[in-house]
Each structure stands twice: as C-alpha cells, then as structure tokens.
Nanobody
Framework: QVRLVESGGGLVQPGGSLILSCVFSGSGSSSDTWAWYRQAPGKSRDLIATIGRFGDTNYADAVKDRFTISRDDVKMSLYLRMNNLKPEDTATYYC????????WGQGTQVTVSS
C-alpha cells in the first residue's frame, strides 16, 4: 500500500525559507504526476504545485516565483523549496499525486510568524 510521509515544516519568520520533503512508496509511483497541497485552518486543501514524470512543473499564483517543486524518483521523494515565506503561507502541507489517489499522510505544519 502506498504511504506518504511529509517532513521539514516548522516555525519561520517572514522572508525566511524552508524545504519540505515527502517520501512516497508503492509501485507505479515514479510515473505519477506529483503535487504539493496546503490547508490553512478553516479552509479547504489547495493545490499549490505539481511536477510531472519528466520534470514539468506548474504553480499556483500564490506561490509562483517563491516555491520550487522537485522530485527524486530514485529516492522516491518529493521536495518543496519555499523562499520568501509570508504569514499567509501558514498551513499544513501535504504531498499526493495530482489525482489524489493515494492515502493522505499526516502533513507537515508550516508557521510563518515574527
């Protein structure tokens, strides 16, 4: 069964940076388009970045030019480099396939505050 484990979150000041990691397992995972999502308290879970099997990427306007998604299929890992963080980036961050067909992990909390 596929399992997703996110890590790397924490408390950071505005303007700071973090790198999130997601380890995924399961057959066929390397052929999936993978994505990062985030969910702020009281809000829906939103798609913020995707990366295809050949490295093609897309970003939500809210994170474009600040966040970078990458993947390492050998390590079965997904990454999200987040620069110039803003208080509105505070949320729990999750990884999953773009199809959202994997069981959700526990997520990793990112808090941006001075």
């Amino acid at each position: 069964q596929v399992r997703l484990v996110e890590s790397g979150g924490g408390l950071v000041q505005p303007g700071g940076s973090l790198i999130l990691s997601c380890v995924f397992s399961g057959s066929g995972s390397s052929s999936d388009t993978w994505a990062w999502y985030r969910q702020a308290p009281g809000k829906s879970r939103d798609l913020i970045a995707t990366i295809g099997r050949f490295g093609d990427t897309n970003y939500a306007d809210a994170v474009k030019d600040r966040f970078t998604i990458s993947r390492d299929d050998v390590k079965m890992s997904l990454y999200l480099r987040m620069n110039n963080l803003k208080p509105e980036d505070t949320a729990t961050y999750y990884c999953n396939s773009k199809m959202q067909d994997k069981p959700w992990g526990q997520g990793t909390q990112v808090t941006v505050s001075s």
